[in-house]
């Protein structure tokens, strides 16, 4: 499952070009707020494990969150974030939005939780001309996107339209070329279908799908291969948004007429995840972190994290942060400038020591080198750092 690389400045977009493609798409926000979307984070019970277990209930899935905050923000109004953990028995043959069917479906799915996305797929098809366009995602689809289409022979075969084997520009790249091909009566798959068969997704990285004139039955699959990165993840829209368009945790098949209350999201979702830093200068041979962010470092200004927190404790009400990061104290100027922000920083007009509790993820190496900056972090909210031991294989330079 090792991903290539790409060289030097290839691995980027170039500066600003994820508020440009936002921009473009948000001029035609009227038009996109009438296209019902529901993107599913895929979850199977029977995977639920220590030391997760309870913890999972918590936490809406980062990546998921992601992706609906990336529509929601590029004009895609109508867009809810449902969790499978939360709702059990989510049938997409049952949802409506606003009394519409729903014309997109993306399904974020991890390698244990891959038949539930599978599940999901066969029914989408089950619904034969109502069947939204269908786009699969997550750290299945970037790892593992061929397994997503059958075998050929196997009775009924069902896939997704496409794989996104990327992060958000990949998807809104995607979605800014379909809309070229959708007219005022079709629909973002019936646009699909267009712009595949005029070879008009063979120029944007990081999918994959089937060539024209292939079939589910006998899969012929083009991969434009990999994807470019947003080098500045202060481009990125924050998570606030997301946690406004969670689907209310029930165990019926539909969705609810209304996404959960913000006064009662801190009930469900505890634990906010933050998207902080990326990336790991370690080479450990049993890690596919480092090349799934091309050998690069990226993180978020100082002062967007603290500016985040405080948003999202003021709104929601929440105080248990998870920093989704590699590993926060891969470089010590980043974490100290960090953290330097937050012990500065104020929420419900305390300090953030007072006030919130934020968690991350290190390398027990770069958490030892930079143990004289844990008082810093104590006053920054920092209570817990997930140390992950630096295999005896890694090689670095430091």
């Known amino acids: 499952m090792e991903l290539a690389v790409r060289k030097d400045s290839d691995r980027f977009v170039k500066q600003g070009a994820y508020g440009a493609l936002q921009a473009r798409l948000r001029r035609q926000s009227g038009k996109l707020a009438e296209i019902p979307t529901v993107v599913l984070s895929a979850f199977d019970r029977s995977t ?13 899935p980062a990546g ?7 529509l929601n923000q590029a004009g895609f109004a109508r867009t809810r974030a449902v969790f499978q953990l939360w709702n059990p028995n989510f049938k997409l043959s049952r949802a409506r939005f606003d009394g519409r069917a729903i014309e997109m479906l993306l399904i974020s799915s991890m390698h244990i939780n891959s038949q539930r996305a599978y599940d999901a797929i066969s029914e989408a098809w089950s619904l034969d001309a109502e069947r939204p366009l ?4 997550g750290p299945k689809a970037i790892y593992e996107p061929y397994h997503f289409w059958p075998e050929p022979g196997k009775r009924n075969p069902t896939a997704p339209d496409v794989a996104v084997t990327g992060e958000q520009y990949v998807l809104l790249e995607l979605l800014d070329t379909l809309l070229a091909y959708r007219d005022a009566r079709g629909t973002m798959r019936s646009a699909f279908e267009l712009a595949r068969s005029d070879g008009a997704l063979d120029t944007i990285p990081g999918l994959v799908y089937l060539a024209p004139g292939a079939s589910v039955r006998e899969p012929v699959l ?7 990165l947003v080098r500045d993840l202060d481009e ?36 906010a995840s933050l998207l902080v830093t990326q990336g790991c200068k370690f080479n450990c041979s049993y890690c596919p972190i480092p090349a799934v962010n091309q050998k690069s470092w990226r993180y978020r200004s100082p002062e967007s994290v603290a500016r985040t927190i405080a948003s999202i404790y003021d ?15 891969n470089r010590r100027e980043t974490a100290e400038a960090l953290l330097s922000a937050m012990a500065r920083s104020t929420a419900g007009r305390r300090p953030f020591r007072e006030r919130i509790r934020f968690a ?38 430091q």
Do not use: W
């Open 134 to 137: 269908v786009i699969a995602g």
């Open 236 to 271: 990125l829209p924050g998570e606030e948004t997301a946690l406004g368009l969670l689907e209310p945790p029930h165990r019926g098949p539909g969705l609810s007429t209304q996404p959960l209350d913000a006064a009662r999201v801190g009930r469900h979702a505890k634990i």
């Open 360 to 397: 991350t993820e290190a390398t027990q190496f770069d958490t030892y080198r930079n143990r004289d900056l844990l008082p810093l972090a104590r006053d920054a909210g920092v209570y817990a750092t997930v140390v992950r031991h630096r295999g005896l294989d890694c090689n670095t330079d």
């Open 315 to 329: 709104r929601f009400h929440i105080k248990y942060f998870f920093g989704a990061d590699d590993n926060f104290f």
């Open 48 to 60: 639920r494990l220590l030391p997760f277990l309870f913890y999972d209930t918590l936490m809406f």
């Open 64 to 70: 998921a969150g992601a992706i609906a905050n990336a």
């Open 222 to 228: 083009i991969d434009t291969g990999l994807q470019r």
